[in-house]
């Protein structure tokens, strides 16, 4: 895809798409710990199927959204691909 000429707050649109990807999966990283840690493993596949749900889901308002409002739905989708590592 291509972003040119956009930018938000004077930074490049697509430095915040990074970020807000990589701040997902960052904070998965720190909350998942704990949910991952208190799961019970007869959930987990069940678990990873609505992560990757909501994921998708992200992807979907991402692509329907307008910038730079989307740019939060890329942080929600890497929240949950980040924990599913965990799970997996």
């Known amino acids: 895809a291509l972003f040119d000429g956009i930018s938000f707050l004077g930074v490049d649109y697509k430095i915040w798409l990074v970020i807000a990807q990589t701040m997902g999966y960052a904070a998965s990283k720190i909350y998942g710990i704990r949910f991952i840690a208190e799961m019970q493993s007869t959930k987990r596949a069940r678990s990873i199927v609505v992560l990757i749900l909501f994921s ?3 992807l979907l ?3 329907v ?3 730079p409002f989307n740019i939060l739905f890329l942080f929600l989708n890497g ?5 599913i ?3 997996v």
């Open 56 to 58: 998708w889901l992200a």
């Open 61 to 63: 308002l991402f692509a």
């Open 65 to 67: 959204v307008p910038a």
């Open 79 to 83: 929240f949950p691909l980040g924990m």
């Open 85 to 87: 590592w965990g799970l």
